[in-house]
């Protein structure tokens, strides 16, 4: 008994438990806000399945700090053919909610399993691993084909599996991101981007018309100006938080959130419901918690002095804020509708789990702030 104590104060001691707090922290506060926004409806089972997520969570927390994260990084082969198979399940076995095909729904699990979701951490370790391998050429064109390459290749696989755009344009940041930390040459940028923007008017063209209205609604006010169809989740959003004011009209008192009136209120939208009910002053507590939680990954994966957990931590960063971006910003009406959850708030036990799976590698990093594992895949400047 002694020796599990002292094997239990060991992991508390070198665990990154400050970041385990914010996040439990920011899960608890979600699963009250989650209570409030499906008051209407019963939330008992939204509420038990977010408690169940976090005790899952939790327990990988626990489990992905004590594992060096470079043995299963290393099998990175493996790690995206597991990433491909899981995401393809979803042309067989994909339920189709909120007008796309994401989940898989299996009766002796409490909640659904969204694919896309869970493979972004393992996306994040083979990028990492790619580009820790390659770094002393990380800006030639064979390393940039193959991080480009994969990140390519999962984006076009989830929008033909589930059609989930959000989730897919979060493997677009975590790409452009980890790339430019990691020290891809900027001209890459440049000429991606270019790229992109020339191919624009081509791509514009297989867009649906419904797609296409969600973007253009932003500047032009002569499409559905009654707000009935696609300027409809923005125009209950917008009111939602107009009605919150400073403070709030009060948990469980939110005229729109309590009449059901606030589409997915506990979802994508939960952050108007946060700022109904809880008003300005609860929005911005929120971002600070979230930021803070950010900002303790950015800085484990600095001190770690290790080129590839430094990726892990800044890959794993940037899908926090890319998520956070994409979400308020659709909140506030200055993004067209994507349909992306608030981390640690939003109901959802995939996003829950993984959030947790993600922060436990962290956690992991900060337990072994180990020299630079890749050092032999480096080779030595010539000194003449």
């Not at 891809?184 to 797609?211: H, K, M, Q, T």
């Not at 938080?241 to 939110?254: E, F, K, P, V």
């Not at 926090?320 to 979400?327: D, E, S, Y």
């Not at 981390?343 to 990093?365: H, N, Q, R």
Request: aromatic letters at 10%; proline letters at 4%.
């Amino acid at each position: 008994m002694r020796e599990i104590w002292k094997a239990v104060g060991e992991f508390v001691r070198k665990a990154d438990m400050l970041l385990f707090l914010l996040c439990v922290t920011a899960s608890i506060a979600g699963i009250v806000i989650i209570s409030s926004a499906t008051n209407v409806r019963g939330s008992a089972g939204y509420i038990r399945v977010q408690l169940l997520a976090l005790l899952l969570g939790s327990v990988l927390f626990v489990l992905f700090s004590l594992i060096d994260i470079d043995i299963i990084a290393e099998r990175r082969e493996l790690l995206l053919i597991f990433c491909v198979v899981f995401i393809a399940m979803l042309f067989k076995w994909g339920d189709t909610q909120n007008g796309n095909r994401s989940w898989l729904v299996f009766s002796f699990l409490p909640f659904n399993i969204q694919p896309a979701e869970f493979c972004k951490v393992p996306y994040i370790l083979i990028l990492a691993k790619i580009m820790s391998v390659r770094q002393n050429k990380i800006s030639s064109l064979p390393t940039v084909l193959r991080i480009a390459s994969v990140t390519g290749f999962l984006f076009v696989l989830i929008i033909a599996a589930s059609e989930d755009l959000g989730v897919a344009l979060q493997y677009l940041c975590i790409f452009f991101v980890m790339a430019f930390v990691g020290g891809v040459n900027i001209l890459w940028f440049v000429g991606g981007i270019s790229a992109v923007a020339a191919a624009s008017p081509i791509l514009w063209r297989y867009l649906s018309a419904d797609r296409q209205n969600r973007i253009l609604v932003l500047f032009d006010p002569s499409i559905d100006p009654l707000a009935q169809k696609e300027r409809y989740q923005i125009n209950r959003s917008l009111r939602a938080l107009q009605n919150g004011g400073i403070a709030g009209r009060g948990l469980y008192h939110g005229p729109m959130v309590q009449g059901g009136t606030l589409p997915a209120s506990h979802t994508d939208l939960i952050f108007s419901s946060i700022g109904e009910e809880l008003g300005m002053i609860g929005c911005v507590a929120v971002l600070v918690l979230l930021s803070a939680i950010i900002i303790r990954i950015v800085y484990v994966g600095i001190k770690s002095g290790n080129y590839m957990n430094r990726l892990i931590c800044v890959g794993i960063a940037g899908m926090l804020a890319a998520q956070i971006f994409i979400n308020v910003g659709v909140c506030i009406g200055v993004l067209p509708v994507i349909g992306l959850t608030l981390p640690f708030f939003s109901y959802g036990g995939s996003s829950l789990v993984s959030m947790f799976f993600a922060m436990g590698i962290v956690s992991g990093i900060n337990m072994r702030p180990a020299p630079d594992a890749n050092a032999r895949y480096i080779r030595p400047k010539y000194v003449a």
